[in-house]
């Protein structure tokens, strides 16, 4: 199983584009990667998956290099209410990501 | 909206007993999942189970069992409570497909406290 490596924390200020850096050394080719977000006393929220490339939408992009060893997601723009814990886990397709494993994540301060 | 309920936000329960922690979810989602979670060590998958009375050991099953008798209702049984299964414990759903990994849906947790 890939595991992830993601920095423990990251400090920023409103208004500032954020870049969180995730390692997974092992992805194999079935491998998704995908992002969640943690607000304290809730359950972990969905961000954003992707393969290779890049992918975007409403909320943030997840750029992938082509050896797909490491992936990082951008926040553009981040506010106050973006502070919390953000999860890189990456999935077997084939087993139907039954065997993704969430790391303990980064955990984004953001400053006014 | 899709929703995954859980049948208590906190519960206290006494070492030796029986705990059964329910987990509905209302879009039909084929996947249902047991975590752990506790400071600094993230997420930790428990059980899964990929259709009606099927189920699959995650990463740290010693001492849980789980029961998946309806597509919508996944439970999570700690069979005799000790105390380092004091956690918060969250159920998520998801779709089933064969080459893309759908998001996960999670519950709002139950925190479990073991005296």
């Known amino acids: 199983l890939a595991k992830t490596t993601q920095p423990i924390s990251m400090d920023s200020y409103e208004g500032q584009e954020v870049n969180i850096t995730c390692s997974h050394n092992n992805i194999a080719t079935n491998d998704y990667i995908t992002w969640y977000q943690q607000f304290p006393s809730q359950g972990p929220r969905f961000i954003i998956q992707?393969?290779?490339t890049k992918v975007t939408n409403e909320v943030a992009s997840l750029f992938i290099p082509a050896d797909r060893k490491s992936s990082t997601l951008s926040l553009p723009r981040v506010s106050l209410s973006d502070t919390a814990v953000y999860y890189c886990l990456v999935g077997d397709a084939n087993t139907g990501g039954f065997k993704t494993i969430f790391g303990a994540g980064t955990r984004l301060f953001v400053k006014a | 909206d899709v929703k995954v309920t859980q049948s208590s936000r906190y519960l206290v329960k006494r070492t030796g007993e029986k705990v059964f922690l329910e987990c509905v979810q209302d879009?039909?989602?084929?996947?249902m999942f047991w975590y752990r979670q506790d400071p600094g060590l993230g997420l930790r998958l428990i059980y899964f189970s990929y259709d009606v009375k099927m189920k699959e050991k995650g990463d740290i099953p010693e001492g849980y069992s789980v029961s998946r008798e309806k597509k919508e209702r996944f439970s999570l049984i700690l069979e005799s409570a000790s105390t380092n299964q004091t956690s918060m414990y969250l159920c998520a759903s998801s779709k089933s497909t064969l080459q893309i990994i759908y998001e996960q849906y999670f519950g709002p947790g139950t925190r479990l406290t073991v005296t």
């Open positions: 879009m039909d989602h084929e996947n």
């Open positions: 992707g393969y290779k």
